[in-house]
């Protein structure tokens, strides 16, 4: 290898076109999650029909259910394939001699949502056709409760429901109509309801991946106070549509308000009923009297004033009937697939209803336009249409657009619409209306705007970006659409709205986190992060320290509240992002800065020595013991807690690091016990190698030997040095045969014998979380393997499931047999996630060795131009003149 440097470009460096670097066609067969959309302010998900949306947030506002389908002569057409671009998703449907072309878009950094209708006659006779399109805006505005679980608008409340509007979601496109009841078996409980949230019935039960969230909600919040009633409950009866008994008590159970009853668990089905006799101590209580589970989507049996309620799904029925106290009375709950009747001592009152029959939104017509408004919130939402429909109505959450329509053999036609939202009635509508007037040109000025921004990400001093990032030239196709792609994540992630003057890089979504930042993703992209925004990452970094970090796993950047459990990571990731903002920027300033009560520099130290209090005499007293919650380190393998070697590796980096930082400040023998320490470290971590490639675990209890790339990267990237040239090749020849497969790589061995117990596609066997390919090219190259760093780095793109990379990439088998990456779907997983800029990242430390460290001496020399030779050119890698 061979590299130089030039004080000006050598070569003809250019950006390729956006175009080149966003979005392929992919069809339903080939991807599981659906395209997202981002505007620079806010977030959605595209559904499997042609035109609606759900998972939309911009806040302060967001949407519940979803936008609306297209119905095509009364059907509603199911998307067959998908085009993503950072402003919109095409979505198609071809059948029955019609080509049906929807575009869908968030407009760049407004409250405004396009889409276009093209449907073209591909028969040979003309066509007559309708096409009706729903106008459902349910939007509402708050400035709280945006954290990882954010709030969304239901017909009751605010809250967030993952599972319930999955399910919802689950029904567009003609795939079905029944969504009120969650397929999980779940815990009834009797008395005072547990906060849902948790979404799993015991507080230390396990987290299954298909139902169930950690509670990692804002603390903006006042939460609804939960209590129960006071009473008796007896003949409890839970029976099967044909008698069949699910679940039975029948001794009485007397209640307090704080008192709570739990019984077996099942899942509710169409036919089934839930009976009981209730008897109440006094009259006008409000408080829950029964509850299936510990979900959003529960349902749940109460009083308010003494008004019995039901509850399933975001719905609730209040009703007139009052039962009085000191008397039996028979209460019961008729469960069907698309409704639940309650009713008391045998006559009906209640009946929940479809989500499109809203109370809660009110619709009209304006002339040629509908107007919408939240009953609970200031929130108002137009539709307004490029070309009027043909009829047009205002019903409960907004209404429906029709438009009759010939189109000759061969000839196409098409129909615009605008929906905005704010929170002045007249603003709003104005809006609509000239986007729908100006529809082209609102398009054309969207994608001008990505392009601009597309374009400043490289240039030097422009007006976006407080840094910029190197443009990549080389003749490895494969490498440059990973370095590019790798980019473009980092610019679809920043949001501009959160905190006004500082740009935000959000971790995940669109169904989680529109205003979160978790500090372990954000370590993974830190040395494109100080180059690109070095402004920003400082600021993000002064409010981070002055927050409790070690108690927390990120940060909801809109009110600057912690977020979540503590993470093992923590030290590591924010010690790694200080040092590679401070080495890049030359900024050793802010080291001096104070914040949170100490000076950067000091908890600096606090991270980097983070090892010193977690030591433990039962693991040896040496290494950091991160304990026995698996939720802190790898949350799916249930085996990796204790004493493991990779953030031990991380602290020995780290503890070197501050030893070179005591040299540069004079402070020598801090520098000297800092590397005495760090040696000793590192001995003990190398006393972890269990060999071929696989380290080991140490508990109180015993040992174990695992086989992750969390162990790989970071020692890799720690240890290098410190390794033989046998324990290196072990340890790449891993990686290479157990965990790289389909294009991408899987997080732990499958062989190991924890890989059957961690199913999740990011940190278990069945795929990889979107950091890890970067970070273990990384590794490879730092053990003197760069041949395979670009085999892996080269071939990336792929797995991108035609967008870009989600947080958990799973390894699938396609119909030919081989296996192949997609972004996953099930479970929790995020479509998007800061961490896949990790891939751009290793381009730089891995190929052209951009690896800052205090260790290395000041901060690092950044010239115009870096020349590698057989990989490219960075330039324009130095800061702006």
């Known amino acids: 290898m061979t590299t130089k440097t030039e004080a000006a470009p050598v070569v003809e460096a250019a950006v390729p076109d956006l175009d080149a670097v966003a979005g392929r066609w992919v069809g339903l067969d080939e991807i599981a999650h659906l395209p997202s959309l981002r505007n620079q302010q806010g977030q959605g998900h595209v559904n499997h029909d042609l035109t609606s949306l759900s998972w939309l947030v911009a806040p302060p506002f967001t949407f519940g259910y979803h936008t609306g389908e297209l119905r095509v002569d009364g059907s509603v057409p199911a998307a067959q394939r998908f085009r993503w671009k950072p402003w919109g998703v095409t979505r198609e449907h071809r059948g029955d001699g019609l080509r049906l072309s929807t575009d869908t878009r968030m407009a760049l950094s407004r409250d405004l949502l396009l889409w276009r209708v093209t449907v073209t006659n591909e028969g040979a006779d003309a066509r007559t056709v309708e096409l ?34 999955e399910r919802i979601r689950a029904t567009t496109g003609g795939r079905g109509g029944s ?3 969650s397929p999980a078996s ?5 008395g005072r309801p547990r906060v ?32 129960g009633v006071a009473g008796t409950v007896r003949a409890l009866r839970i029976e099967s549509g044909d008698g069949t008994s699910v679940l039975r008590a029948d001794d009485a159970i007397t209640l307090a308000v704080e008192d709570e009853a739990t019984l077996d668990p099942f899942a509710l ?14 009259e006008g209580q409000t408080g829950t009297v029964l509850t299936h589970g510990n979900h959003p989507d529960s349902l749940q049996i109460g009083l308010d004033g003494g008004r019995l309620w039901l509850g399933i799904t975001g719905e609730r029925e209040l009703t007139d009937a009052e039962p009085r106290a000191g008397e039996w009375h028979r209460v019961s709950a008729r469960i069907e697939a698309d409704h639940v009747a309650l009713h008391l001592d045998g006559q009906e009152i209640a009946r929940t209803r479809h989500w499109t029959r809203s109370r809660r939104w009110t619709a009209r017509l304006d002339g040629q336009a509908v107007a919408i408004a939240d009953t609970r919130s200031s929130a108002r939402a137009a539709y307004a249409f490029a070309e009027g429909p043909s009829s047009l109505q205002a019903e409960g959450p907004g209404g429906c657009a029709t438009w009759t329509v010939r189109i000759e053999p061969g000839q196409s036609t098409t129909v615009a619409l605008a929906c905005a939202y704010g929170t002045d009635a007249a603003t709003v509508m104005a809006e609509a209306r000239a986007a729908a007037a100006d529809f082209e040109g609102t398009v054309r000025a969207g994608e001008e705007g990505w392009r601009a921004h597309w374009t400043n990400m490289f240039t030097p001093g422009n007006g976006d970006f407080s840094g910029h990032l190197p443009v990549l030239t080389t003749e490895d196709a494969g490498l440059a659409e990973t370095y590019y792609l790798g980019a473009l994540q980092a610019l679809y992630m920043r949001n501009i709205r959160i905190r006004p003057g500082e740009p935000v890089f959000l971790t995940g979504g669109p169904r989680l986190g529109p205003t979160t930042t978790y500090f372990w993703d954000h370590c993974e992209w830190s040395r494109m992060y100080a180059l690109l925004e070095p402004a920003g990452l400082r600021s993000w970094l002064t409010r981070v320290l002055a927050g409790p970090y070690r108690d927390s796993f990120g940060i909801e950047a809109r009110s600057g509240g912690p977020l979540g459990n503590a993470y093992s990571a923590n030290d590591h990731a924010l010690f790694r992002l200080i040092e590679h903002y401070v080495c890049l920027t030359g900024d050793t300033a802010f080291l001096d800065v104070e914040t949170g009560g100490a000076t950067v520099l000091e908890h600096l130290e606090r991270l980097g020595f983070g090892w010193r209090d977690k030591r433990s ?21 249930p085996t990796y807690t204790g004493v493991v070697a990779s953030f031990n590796g991380a602290y020995v980096g780290a503890t070197r690091s501050l030893a ?13 016990r800092a590397e005495a320490e760090a040696d000793v470290l590192a001995k003990a971590v190398l006393d972890l190698y269990a060999g071929a490639g696989r380290w080991q675990i140490r508990r109180p209890d015993g040992t174990d030997t695992i086989g992750h790339c969390l162990d790989f990267g ?12 046998d324990t290196r090749r072990e340890m790449a020849d891993f990686v290479t045969d157990r965990l790289l497969v389909g294009g991408w790589m899987r997080a732990l061995s499958p062989d190991d014998p924890i890989a059957a117990a961690s199913d999740r596609p990011d940190h278990g066997a069945a795929g990889a979380f979107c950091a890890w390919p970067g970070v273990t090219a990384h590794g490879l190259a730092r053990l003197g393997y760069r041949d395979r760093a670009v085999t892996l780095l080269r071939d990336l793109t792929a797995a991108a499931s035609g967008g870009v990379w989600g947080q958990a990439m799973e390894i699938v088998t396609g119909p030919d047999g081989e296996h192949r990456a997609q972004v996953a779907e099930r479970g929790v997983s995020n479509r998007d996630c800061i961490a896949g800029a990790a891939a751009t990242e290793a381009v730089l430390s891995a190929l052209f060795d951009l690896d800052p460290s205090f260790a290395h001496g000041g901060p690092v020399t950044r010239p115009h131009t870096l020349t590698v030779e057989g990989i490219g050119t960075l330039t324009g890698f130095g800061p702006a003149d």
Not at 660 to 672: F, I, S, W
């Open 186 to 190: 779940r815990k009834l409980r009797l």
């Open 179 to 181: 969504y009120l009841l």
């Open 196 to 227: 849902p949230g948790i979404q799993r019935d015991e507080d230390h039960g396990p987290m299954l991946l298909d139902d169930a969230l950690p509670a990692h909600v804002s603390h903006d919040k006042e939460p609804e106070p939960r209590v």
């Open 660 to 672: 070179g930082l005591y040299r540069q400040r004079g402070r020598h023998e801090d520098a000297a």
């Open 132 to 165: 009706s399109q729903d106008l459902f805006a349910m939007v509402a505005h708050s400035e709280v409760g945006y954290g990882w679980l954010y709030d969304g608008p239901w017909n009751h409340g605010q809250h967030h429901d993952f599972m319930a509007l």
């Open 269 to 282: 089905a169409p036919g089934q009923t839930i009976t009981l006799d209730l008897r109440l101590d006094t």
């Open 714 to 725: 970071l020692v890799s990237a720690h240890l290098y040095r410190d390794l033989s040239a």
């Open 617 to 637: 005499a039962a693991t040896g007293g040496v290494l950091a013991d991160f304990g026995d919650d698996a939720w802190n380190l790898l949350e799916c393998v």
